[in-house]
Every structure is written in C-alpha cells, then in structure tokens.
C-alpha cells in the first residue's frame, strides 16, 4: 500500500508528527522527506521523547529511535504506547526479533533506517489513520519468524481480521460478511485470546497483524487488495 492510497482515508487534513532522535541528521533528513507530503508537518523534534512530547503534545504520530544514548528504549515504547500514542519505530536494528519486540511492546508499525521517502511518508500516514502498513523489511522479520506456537483460528476469524486489516471498519466489515458489528468485535477478540492463551499476546492492531502474517494466515500482499471497494470506510483502530 502507497501514499497515494493512505491519502483516501487521511483526507486533507494536517498530520502532526514529532520526531525523536540522538542523531541530528537523521532528524533532519527525515524532515525533508515528511516536509514534501503537505499533508505532514514536523511539530517537533529531539534526543528526548518527554521534551519532544511537552513541546508537542498533539502530535498524530511519535517517530522514535530505538536506541536513544546507546539503549533501546523499549520500556519507553511501552509507556508511550499505554499511553495512547501512534509510535513508528524507525531503527537501523531491523533483526526480526527486535522488530518484532516493539511490535509486541505496542508500536503501529516498525520501519527500518535503510528504507527510503516513499515508505517513511506512507508508513507515518497510515499510522495517523490507524491503517496497517507492512514496509519490506518488517515483511521479511514477520514471515520469517520461526515460532511454532500458533493458536487455531476459524475461517470467520481469519476472514473478518484480514478485512478489518484492509482498513474496514468493524461495520464494513459486518456488511462485507453479513453479521452482525458485535460478532465482528468477538471474532477479533478471540482472536487476541487465543494469542494470549498460546503466551504471544496481540494487544495492538498493528501486533495482532504480524502474528496473522507470522503464522500464515495473512499475507502482506493481502492487505491492500481491498483497496478499491474499502478506501470509503473509515477505520477502526
């Protein structure tokens, strides 16, 4: 899924963004890239998320380093995310099983330091929508996870999460399969029950997405192919 796309449910309005980073020039190469979507402003930017954050507490999207002063930050992700913030994880560490740590610690999405403009800018405008946005290098971490311990999901479960995945809300996504919106939200908590049963908690959209594609129940392809017939739909985080 491209910007282009991301752009039929974010509309015209302003996507702030802050920016956490130690290294200035990351910071400011990542500024030049948001700057040339109109529909992203830099609110704020810094080595610090509290300050980043005091100096921009509306920002739509947290784009954090993991590793801030030579630690990853980790347990600042988690805060951030318990919180109620949109974190894109942007690191050079792209080995899946970090990748898959800030997944599991509530990041939206995880983008990796060598990936360029096009997929920094539609992964921040997905994250604002609350739309799942799977760039190359998270792919590759997410299937290739070996872990074995995959919980059964029914056919309706895997088929009302791969279209709420598709950027449907849960009452699209009720049309689409002809229940109820109050069945949808029980196929999709079952879902994260069975995950937790089987010890990889889902708590996030965003974690719920890489274990269906861990496991083979989703591919990444898959996620934009209703792009067409669900772009109307607002989506539901």
């Given at each position: 899924m491209g910007a ?148 059964a999901l029914s ?26 919106e109050h069945t ?54």
């Amino acid at each position: 899924m491209g910007a282009d796309a991301v752009a039929e449910v974010t509309g015209d309005r302003t996507i702030g963004v802050a920016i956490v980073d130690d290294h200035p020039v990351v910071i400011e190469g990542v500024r030049v890239w948001l700057a040339a979507e109109p529909r992203l402003r830099v609110l704020a930017t810094g080595d610090d998320p509290d300050v980043v954050l005091r100096a921009a507490p509306a920002a739509d999207v947290v784009m954090l380093d993991l590793r801030l002063h030579g630690r990853l930050a980790l347990d600042k992700l988690a805060e951030l995310s318990a919180a109620g913030r949109r974190v894109v994880v942007y690191s050079e560490h792209s080995d899946p099983q970090t990748m898959l740590a800030a997944l599991d610690a509530g990041a939206v999405a995880f983008l990796a330091k060598h990936e360029g403009r096009e997929h920094c800018v539609a992964t921040v405008l997905a994250a604002a929508s609350d739309r799942p946005y799977v760039p190359p290098a998270l792919a590759g971490a997410i299937v290739g996870d070996p872990r074995p311990d995959r919980p059964a999901l029914s056919d309706k479960e895997r088929e009302a999460l791969l279209l709420w995945f598709q950027s449907m809300s849960k009452a699209s996504v009720a049309r689409r399969m002809r229940i109820s919106e109050h069945t949808v939200k029980q196929y999709v908590d079952r879902a994260r029950i069975k995950y937790t049963r089987a010890g990889r908690p889902a708590a996030t959209k965003a974690a719920l997405l890489a274990r269906a594609i861990e496991d083979g129940l989703v591919r990444p392809e898959e996620i934009g192919t209703y792009q067409s017939r669900a772009s109307y739909d607002r989506p539901t985080p």
